[in-house]
């Protein structure tokens, strides 16, 4: 298995702590709220952390020149 570059892990982890957040103080701070809007982006914003995290775990760390959908995995 090759070893996980910081470019791949640190924005996955972002996206993930920051959808928690989002969900923390949804449930924390705005519980009476009756949007379900804040649990949606908070959701979304784990998912696509780990799937950010994922493709960098399947992609490894590839000496090749990035691609266009590099800036967006």
């Known amino acids: 298995m090759q070893t996980l ?3 791949a892990i640190i924005p996955a982890l972002v996206w993930i702590v920051s959808g928690l957040i ?3 103080a949804k449930v924390g701070f705005f ?3 009756a949007s ?3 649990e949606y982006v908070g959701g979304l914003m ?3 952390g780990l799937i950010r995290l994922f493709a960098g775990l399947l992609r490894g760390s590839k ?3 990035p691609g266009f959908w590099s800036r967006f995995f």
Do not use: D, E, Q
């Open 63 to 65: 000496n090749t020149r």
């Open 5 to 7: 570059s910081l470019n």
């Open 36 to 38: 379900i809007f804040w």
């Open 46 to 48: 784990i998912l696509f």
């Open 22 to 24: 989002v969900l923390v």
């Open 31 to 33: 519980a009476k709220s």
